[in-house]
């Protein structure tokens, strides 16, 4: 004799629903499993977060090193000109020399 199914839903299956939840249970549980062992292996193993910072940090020292190297490279060209600057020269031909230019 045939079981008829009297249920309007589709997933009122005889025996359906217990496989339904006892699979969404399991599919949490074990969601939960992997998140916690991804947060144990990253938090005693994963080590990367430390290079990249030290990375970080070698690659800032060596910025500023270099911004000073630049600093002190204009700062030599500025006073090499500043000791070729004649003031005279500004003069034009045949006219007094305006005391505007002098240091």
């Known amino acids: 004799h045939r ?14 629903t217990y496989s339904l939840a006892y699979g969404a249970v399991g ?10 062992a991804r947060t144990a292996h990253v938090l005693l193993f994963d080590h990367e977060y430390y290079k990249l910072q030290s990375r970080k940090r070698f690659y800032e020292k060596q910025l500023l090193f270099t911004r000073e190297q630049e600093e002190a490279q204009q700062a030599q060209a500025l006073a090499a000109l500043a000791a070729e600057y004649n003031p005279v020269a500004t003069r034009l031909p045949f006219k007094s020399f305006d005391p505007k230019y002098e240091f």
């Open 27 to 36: 599919g949490i549980a074990l969601s939960g499993v992997v998140y916690a």
């Open 3 to 16: 079981q008829v199914n009297t249920c309007p839903h589709v997933l009122c299956v005889h025996g359906g």
